[in-house]
């Protein structure tokens, strides 16, 4: 356990300093108590799934990568492949090691390579928030926030003036009986305006919200309700029967028409 503390201070350290480079010791050293046992990978399912040769479904623990039709799925699954494919991993595990789909959950490694981490350094993957597989949170989000402030992978961004200056995702009350509590604020901060048909709003659980032919003019906003209502010049109804943001944790993705990550905001 010495060496997972040692690990996070590092990135703390270099997280808070700027660097650019996340350091990844040796899995060897850092996880003395992973097993020594390696598995061959069959088939690589997407970017955070595998298939074993002795028939097990491994889901990797604490990330979350683009689903089939989301933008960076196809790089994700990519990355992934590159990584494990064909390849002898070890498995680390934490708590709960099935899921409710009867997948193994755990740590992968391929050599000196924690492939969880790698994936979500490279920009493609969220932090899942598991609440009984957790010993690596820390280090996951610090990496994250890295990425981000890198613009890596899925962080990319378009370069257009929009940013999402407030979102409310847990308005007072039962969420169910105030779907227009909810809310996301777009603010168009540049000189010019922008045509915002057709791109998308999502969250982490690909609920999209497809824009209508609309103009954000300069120096101007538009809120996006969850509910229904009449769309107006600063105000727009996504029509869902349900809440759409997890109280609890989840990230507002603005796509383009071209599915280029506009902007995003994470809680």
């Known amino acids: 356990m010495l060496y997972k503390k040692l690990l996070i201070i590092v990135v703390s350290l270099c997280f808070l300093s700027g660097c650019s480079v996340l350091p990844l010791p040796n899995s060897s050293d850092l996880f003395p108590e992973s097993g020594s046992e390696t598995y061959k990978v069959a088939t690589v399912i997407d970017g955070d799934t595998i298939l074993l040769e002795d028939g097990r479904k491994v889901r990797y623990i604490g ?13 994700a699954t990519d990355l992934n492949r590159r990584l494990v494919a064909d390849k002898e ?30 994936i979500i350094r490279a920009g493609m993957a969220l932090k899942y928030n598991d609440p009984d597989n957790h010993q690596y949170d820390d280090l996951f989000s610090q990496t994250i926030q890295a990425a981000k402030k890198q613009h890596i992978g899925m962080w990319q961004e378009s370069g257009l003036s929009i940013v999402i200056s407030e979102v409310v995702a847990d308005p007072p009350g039962e969420d169910a009986l105030s779907l227009n509590g909810e809310w996301v604020l777009l603010e168009n901060t540049g000189e010019r305006d922008i045509l915002l ?5 999502q969250d982490q659980n690909n609920h999209r919200y497809v824009f ?21 010049h600063d105000k727009l109804y996504w029509g869902s029967d349900e809440p759409i943001w997890n109280n609890s944790g989840d990230t507002v993705f603005l796509y383009d028409q071209t599915l280029q990550l506009v902007t995003s905001k994470s809680w």
């Open 63 to 75: 990330i979350n990568t683009p689903e089939r039709d989301q933008p960076f799925y196809s790089e």
């Open 89 to 118: 991993v070890r498995l680390e595990f934490d708590n709960v090691t099935k899921d409710g789909f009867g997948r193994t959950l755990a740590y992968v490694y391929v050599e000196d390579i924690f492939v969880n981490l790698e």
């Open 197 to 201: 048909g057709g791109f998308i709003l």
């Open 212 to 232: 209508p032919a609309f103009t954000l003019e300069t120096k101007s906003k538009v809120r996006i309700y969850t509910g229904s209502g009449k769309n107006s």
